[in-house]
């Protein structure tokens, strides 16, 4: 049982990328918090799988297939979360592709705007879609799921981490243009997380071991651990909150000179 701090009942979220990884992990703790959540994503069939899951707990979730390139399937998710459950009070944009892993000037231009439209232009999609409708309820929460690397260079991640340093921009323009309307639009910065989406990262032994080395507490998180932090923010208890940055990456961008071998 979720806490009364984090009690979401009565809210309806929106969460793009939410077939597996951090989005199904933030979609299952928002409806064990009491949302009602419209999940969406590329394909039908994963979503219906997440969504059953969560309405067999007693939750009541939505599957609805969108890509965040497509503004007319974008709207028309967003008009489907409107009928089924009356509105829109909380958005959570982590739907992102990294086609390109390698040297920036390695990447094909294709690889560039591909990456553009989904991770920065397909948040910006989504984001316009749901405003108007937070705006008619007299406010709303939209989260952004950016990157560590959009803080902190990382070697062949220059493409994607282009993309999230842009998402940090966009998440602080949004929410100095969105407070007067009682919208609060704060992004979080993961560091290394256990997903299918990073597994070309730690499903190497010999990359693993690398990648440990940057990270104080020597691991890597949990998609859940994410979907916390995500709770936080779209609960009451973070309202007067907005255009944040929380970074959560087991100490990385502290260096990795500062923790201490035992």
């Not at 929106?14 to 999940?39: D, H, K, N, P, Y």
């Not at 690397?149 to 100095?176: D, F, H, N, R």
Request: no cysteine; hydrophobic share 45%.
């Amino acid at each position: 049982m979720s806490s009364p701090k984090f009690d979401l009942t009565g809210k309806v979220a929106i969460v793009t990328g939410a077939s597996r990884g951090i989005g199904q992990a933030v979609a299952e703790t928002l409806a064990e918090a009491g949302a009602a959540v419209v999940l969406s994503s590329r394909k039908q069939e994963a979503l219906d799988a997440v969504a059953a899951k969560i309405n067999r707990r007693g939750g009541k979730a939505l599957a609805v297939a969108a890509h965040t390139g497509d503004s007319e399937a974008v709207e028309r998710m967003v008009s489907r979360t409107v009928e089924a459950f009356g509105g829109v009070d909380i958005l959570v944009n982590n739907a992102a592709t990294s086609p390109h892993f390698g040297p920036v000037l390695g990447a094909e231009e294709s690889q560039w705007l591909k990456t553009l439209d989904v991770n920065l232009l397909g948040y910006f999609r989504t984001t316009r879609a749901v405003v108007p409708i937070m705006r008619a309820r007299g406010g709303g929460k939209i989260i952004n799921i950016a990157s560590i690397t959009g803080l902190e260079p990382m070697p062949w991640m220059g493409v994607y981490a282009a993309s999230k340093a842009a998402v940090i921009s966009l998440t602080k323009t949004l929410a100095l243009e969105l407070a007067p309307d009682n919208i609060k639009v704060n992004a979080i910065a993961p560091g290394f997380v256990k997903t299918r989406f990073s597994s070309v990262l730690w499903s190497n032994e010999e990359m693993l071991a690398k990648i440990l080395k940057l990270v104080p507490q020597r691991r890597i998180a949990s998609p859940e651990e994410i979907a916390s932090l995500a709770l936080y923010l779209a609960s009451p208890e973070s309202d007067y909150m907005t255009g944040e940055v929380v970074v959560i990456d087991g100490g990385q961008h502290l260096g990795s000179g500062v923790a201490l071998e035992r």
